[in-house]
């Protein structure tokens, strides 16, 4: 799948895309069926009782299903021409949500680096707990953040709920469609029910040299499965690994290697799998 001019403009200008209806509804009912199954029989999902957010690092690596969405021709494509066809995945949440998520970015990186893909699993309004993105705020030097404004206190600075914000979008989404947006942009979800599914892969450049090695090596510092408190031996899971095509491995291999640098005392040294 190729993004026209006018999707990798948008991309480069808003920092966000919707693909509404991209997987079929018979797609999106195994998707579902092994999300559910990661839930509830690697994480806590047993446990939520819509008190709190229950969240699981990896979520895709524990389904051989699942993980063959990195092999996915409009995941490669999308994911390939906003980085380039070398991306590393940077694993990535799967979540039964509880509430509102405040305005926040997920990095602040001085140009293009990582996306995330997000799959949400029920039908979600602007009311209903949708993502809203802050168009234009994955730029540095965009009002949304030289401003300095703490956009969850609106309330008390600007006499407005964070759900009015003007120029904000809520992207209202159906099992089946993704939303992928720049680690940088500004994001939050309002109004959703206590047990919001929904499930994220993330995805960023390779480094070829070593400003790009040390940004790759920050990154796994701050957001792989240990980093978030998940001690799975590595960056990810045999399965994940041990049904690779060698086109997933392109994927996979710098992520691999640079964790038990990063992360030595949290890597049990495993062979990869021969390209
Ligand atoms: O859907 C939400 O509540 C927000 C998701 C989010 O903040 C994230 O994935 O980084």
Redesign the pocket.
């Known amino acids: 799948m190729q993004l026209s001019e006018q999707q990798l403009s948008f991309f480069d200008t808003f920092g966000y895309l919707a693909f509404p209806e991209l997987f079929k509804p018979e797609e999106v009912s195994w998707i579902i069926e092994e999300f559910e199954m990661v839930l509830q029989t690697h994480g806590e999902g047993k446990s939520h009782d819509g008190s709190k957010r229950t969240i699981i690092v990896p979520t895709i690596d524990y389904s051989a299903k699942l993980s063959t969405l990195l092999d996915d021709s409009r995941i490669l494509g999308i994911s390939s021409e906003i980085l380039g066809d070398d991306f590393n995945y940077g694993s990535g949440?799967g979540n039964y949500?509880s509430g509102d998520?405040g305005w926040?970015p997920?990095g602040g990186y001085p140009e293009l680096f990582a996306i995330?893909l997000?799959f949400y699993l029920d039908p979600l309004t602007r009311d209903t707990?949708c993502?809203r993105v802050l168009p234009g705020s994955h730029r540095l030097d965009s009002s949304w953040r030289t401003s300095g404004q703490d956009w969850n206190q609106s309330q008390d600075l600007l006499g407005i709920s964070p759900t009015e914000i003007p120029g904000a979008v809520a992207l209202e989404t159906n099992p089946g469609d993704l939303v992928v947006f720049n680690h940088n942009t500004f994001?939050?979800?309002f109004g959703?029910s206590s047990r919001?599914r929904?499930f994220?892969m993330n995805l960023h450049k390779r480094g070829h040299t070593e400003e790009g090695i040390a940004r790759v090596d920050g990154y796994l510092k701050a957001h792989c499965p240990v980093a978030h408190g998940f001690k799975i031996g590595g960056m990810y899971t045999d399965i994940i690994l041990d049904t690779a095509p060698p086109e997933r491995l392109k994927h996979l291999e710098q992520c691999h290697e640079r964790h038990a640098l990063v992360h030595p005392n949290d890597t049990i040294l495993r062979p990869f799998p021969t390209l």
């Open positions: 949440d949500y998520t926040h997920d995330k997000a707990g993502l994001h939050a979800a959703g919001r929904m994220t």
